[in-house]
């Protein structure tokens, strides 16, 4: 059961209570996973007492566990109840005593007020690419190429050969140029020379990443030229892929570009009405949620860098070595502000279309989370903790107001269409009746 104790503009206090019932269960469900998993010499799985357990996993470790399960379950449960969309919280539980209910206090920050201008008239423009039969042999012609197989050739070198190049130097190495698609500096260079020649290379002066690279010559030896084959479109062509035929090869791929131009048809459509809300919001954003957003960013982008061996330090060093730190900082702040306006446009459009994601609804969607990261439910809420329990529901309430407003929409659009089509067919009809 949650009560609300206060709530002063942005911040807002409850208290939870959990009745002994539920604790003891926890309890059970704690202490059962510990027989079933832990291992007791002299003992068979899951006849191991209690006590002997508890010994081998640590005095406070069962009453840790059952504290994190309840915290995980009825923290986000007090929040759906008592309608608070929270930024973040800080949770106070009670001493926790098997027999006895437990409680905790929470004290956090809601999204600030929001109101969203009048949307209901909106027509969104973004529509499906057009699959026209030039874009489906266009396709196919894609697939052509990637297929293509090479054949040694004994001649000079041409638009479309692929050619084997030696660089030369104590760094160089061996690597193959597809000349249809490789750079005019190096396309100019190989065109017309033969097999065992040995060329210069000018490379124009140029920015890689955040290097900045001056014009220089790279001499490379050519040692192979091949000559690209192209398959036929035909039946054959079909079976290499796995098709019947061509005509079904055609049939599928067209389905399959369809299905694809749909999407960024439905992605275009939700983007406008994002934007369309965003400008037609007003809001008083306070700093520290800026400043939050932008911290996670932050976090997340020095994780990405860890795992490719890179010490933010250190790229932080080079970033204010090649004056760009400043840039960064600001667009990762202009990104920050971008993400939490569309965030908290979508939960405005959820209270105001009274969306609800029923606790059935919840339970469903994070099992198949769980299993698509191949997590049992109990072990994704302990990763996610509270407060990513709470934030994958907000997410889940947005989602469901997005889909339900361009619904809506696209619902007002077809009856506009049909109302426009009824006036043109009376007109037309009246104009029939007045020439006769």
Do not use: C
């Not at 996973?33 to 996993?57: C, S, T, Y």
């Not at 667009?331 to 009274?354: P, Q």
């Not at 072990?379 to 997410?395: A, E, F, R, V, W």
């Amino acid at each position: 059961m949650a009560e609300l104790i206060s709530r002063e503009g942005n911040k807002v206090e409850f208290k939870v209570s959990v009745p002994a019932a539920e604790v003891n269960r926890a309890y059970d469900q704690v202490w059962s996973g510990l027989a079933r998993d832990v291992r007791v010499p002299g003992f068979r799985p899951g006849k191991a007492p209690r006590k002997v357990i508890e010994g081998r996993v640590g005095k406070g470790y069962v009453e840790q566990e059952v504290r994190d399960r309840l915290l995980e379950t009825h923290y986000s449960q007090a929040a759906r109840e008592l309608k608070l969309s929270l930024v973040d919280a800080n949770i106070d539980p009670q001493p926790l005593k098997s027999g006895q209910s437990f409680e905790f206090t929470v004290k956090g920050e809601t999204y600030p007020e929001v109101s969203l201008g009048d949307w209901s008239g909106l027509s969104l423009t973004a529509a499906a690419p057009e699959i026209t039969d030039e874009v489906l042999d266009r396709t196919l012609s894609d697939l052509q190429e990637r297929n293509a197989t090479f054949d040694d050739a004994d001649r000079a070198i041409e638009a479309s050969d692929q050619v084997t190049i030696e660089e030369q130097g104590e760094d160089g190495g061996t690597y193959p140029v597809y000349l249809d698609v490789a750079e005019a500096h190096v396309r100019d260079a190989l065109l017309g020379k033969n097999k065992g020649d040995t060329v210069e290379i000018t490379v124009p002066a140029h920015q890689h990443g955040d290097h900045e690279h001056a014009e220089h010559t790279v001499t490379v030896k050519i040692m192979d030229v091949k000559t690209k084959k192209l398959q036929e479109l035909d039946d054959e062509f079909a079976k290499s892929l796995n098709f019947d035929s061509l005509e079904r090869l055609r049939t599928d791929l067209k389905g399959e570009l369809e299905r694809r131009a749909q999407q960024e048809g439905e992605a275009g459509r939700r983007e406008e009405f994002i934007n369309h809300l965003v400008e037609g919001m007003t809001a008083d954003i306070p700093q520290a949620l800026l400043d939050r957003r932008r911290e996670a960013m932050q976090s997340e982008i020095q994780d990405d860098l860890g795992r490719q061996g890179v010490k933010w330090g250190e790229y932080e060093a080079f970033m204010k070595e090649q004056g760009k730190l400043d840039e960064f900082m600001a667009d990762l702040g202009k990104n920050a502000e971008t993400r939490v306006k569309r965030d908290l446009a979508l939960e405005r459009l959820a209270e105001d279309l009274k969306v609800e994601v029923s606790d059935a609804e919840f339970n469903q969607t994070m099992m198949a989370l769980a299993q698509a990261n191949g997590l049992s439910p109990a072990d994704l809420s302990k990763q996610l903790g509270p407060n990513g329990i709470n934030s994958y529901y907000t997410s889940l309430i947005r989602e469901k107001a997005l889909q339900q407003a361009i619904a809506q929409l696209a619902g007002g659009q077809t009856e506009a269409a049909a109302d426009e089509a009824s006036a043109e067919a009376s007109t037309e009809e009246s104009s029939t009746e007045a020439a006769e």
